[in-house]
C-alpha cells in the first residue's frame, strides 16, 4: 500500500471511519482480534488494507482469513495467491482453509452459493474462536468487505420474499460480531481507492456468470432499473435500508422493554402483559424470547442472529395467548422449537 495515502483512499477511508465511530465499534483495542474475510477480490483487499490503517492508532490483531472453494481450480489458486503474496508482503496474519463447496452444497442438498456462504462464515467464525482459545485476545469481530451494491442486491431479494421491515433494511454495519465497514460506501469508490493505492486483486469471474440470482441481479435486473430511470438505483435503495433501520431500532427498544416487563421469575412470559402492546412490538418481542431460548443451545451469535419466526408462526401464537383459558396449548415451530402457552405463561422449548 502506498504511503502517504493518495487523496481518494485517504477520503475513503476517513468517511469509513466516521461510519464505524457512528456505530460505536471504534476504536479496536488491544485486547481484541479482527478476522478480515477476505477473498481476493477488489472490495476485500481494500478492507484489508482499511483495517492496516486502523492499526496505526489501534494496537489490535488482525488476522486476513481466506476459504479457497475450489470452484475455479486455477483462478481459486490465483485468488488465494495473491491474498497470500501481499499479506507477506505486509507482514499480515494470514490462515487459509480449502474446501469442496461444489462436493459440500451435493451433500447437504444446497445451492451453491448457499454452501459456499456458510462454509466462509464457519471457517472465520472457527478462526475467531481458535485465537479465543490461545487466551491472549478477549474478543473477536469478523470484518466483510459488503458495500452499497451488494446491500441494493440485499434488499432486492428480501423485497422478491415477501420480508417484512428487516428484510429491507437488508445488512447492518455491524450485526452481532459481524462488521462491513463498507456497506455505505460504492463500488466505484473502492475501485478507485484501490486502484489509487496500488492494492493487488483479482477478479472475480463469477460476478459476470448468470448462474446465481445474486448475479442476476447485479449484471440484469439493476442495469436495466437504472437505465429505464436514468439514475443508478444501488444508492436510494441504501438509503431506504438506512431511513428504515432508524424505524427498527426503536421497534427493538420498545419490544425490549416490553420483554423485561413481561419476563417472569421462572422464564416464562406474561401474556397479560405482552397483549397490552400493539402487534408489531408483541411480535418483535417473542422473537427475542426465541432467541434467548436459542442461545441456551451454544449456538454462535450469527446463528442465534437468524431465528425468527415466521409471519404464520406468530399469528398462531398471538391466537393462543388471547385465548382466556385454563387448557395448556402447545405449538411446534421450526428448528426443533416449540412454544407452550397455559394460565397467562407463554415458554419456548
Not at 487459509?96 to 451453491?112: H, M, N, T
Amino acid at each position: 500500500m502506498i504511503l502517504p495515502l493518495p487523496p481518494a483512499v485517504f477520503n475513503l477511508f476517513q468517511s469509513v471511519v466516521e461510519d464505524l465511530n457512528s456505530e460505536k465499534v471504534l476504536p479496536f483495542v488491544d485486547n481484541t482480534a479482527i478476522v478480515a474475510g477476505v477473498s481476493g477480490g477488489v472490495d476485500s483487499m481494500l478492507m484489508l488494507a482499511f483495517l492496516q490503517y486502523l492499526q496505526e492508532v489501534s494496537p489490535f490483531r488482525l488476522i486476513a482469513a481466506h476459504l479457497n472453494h475450489g470452484l475455479r481450480p486455477i483462478a481459486a489458486d490465483q485468488d488465494q495467491a495473491v491474498v497470500e503474496s501481499y499479506c507477506r508482503q505486509e507482514k499480515i496474519e494470514f490462515t487459509v482453509k480449502s474446501v469442496d463447496v461444489l462436493a459440500l452444497s451435493q451433500k447437504r442438498k444446497q445451492g451453491v452459493e448457499e454452501a459456499g456462504r456458510k462454509a466462509r462464515y464457519d471457517f472465520f467464525r472457527q478462526t475467531g474462536e481458535g485465537i479465543l482459545a490461545e487466551g491472549n485476545q478477549e474478543r473477536y469481530f469478523i470484518c466483510l468487505a459488503h458495500h452499497e451494491q451488494d446491500q441494493a442486491e440485499t434488499v432486492l431479494l428480501n423485497l422478491g420474499r415477501g420480508s417484512g421491515l428487516e428484510g429491507l433494511i437488508g445488512m447492518e454495519i455491524v450485526m452481532a460480531n459481524i462488521i462491513r465497514p463498507f456497506l455505505l460506501r460504492s463500488k466505484t469508490e473502492i475501485i478507485e481507492a484501490a486502484s489509487a493505492a496500488k492494492i493487488p486483486w483479482q477478479e472475480d469471474h463469477t460476478n459476470f456468470e448468470g448462474d446465481y440470482r445474486r448475479n442476476r441481479l447485479r449484471n440484469e435486473l439493476l442495469p436495466l432499473w437504472t437505465e429505464i430511470l436514468s439514475y443508478d438505483v444501488s444508492p436510494r435503495l441504501g438509503r431506504l435500508s438506512q431511513n428504515l433501520l432508524a424505524d427498527a431500532r426503536a421497534l427493538r427498544t420498545e419490544a425490549i422493554s416490553l420483554y423485561k416487563k413481561a419476563l417472569l421469575p421462572d422464564g416464562s412470559l406474561s401474556t397479560k402483559i405482552l397483549m397490552s402492546a400493539p402487534e408489531a412490538i408483541i411480535i418483535r418481542t417473542l422473537n427475542i424470547g426465541l432467541k434467548e431460548l436459542i442461545k441456551t443451545r451454544n449456538y454462535d451469535s450469527m446463528t442465534v442472529s437468524k431465528y425468527a419466526l415466521s409471519r404464520k408462526e406468530a399469528m398462531m401464537i398471538l391466537h393462543l395467548c388471547k385465548i382466556d383459558d385454563a387448557a395448556k396449548y402447545s405449538l411446534d415451530l421450526a428448528g426443533d422449537v416449540s412454544v407452550e402457552v397455559y394460565a397467562n405463561t407463554l415458554r419456548f422449548n
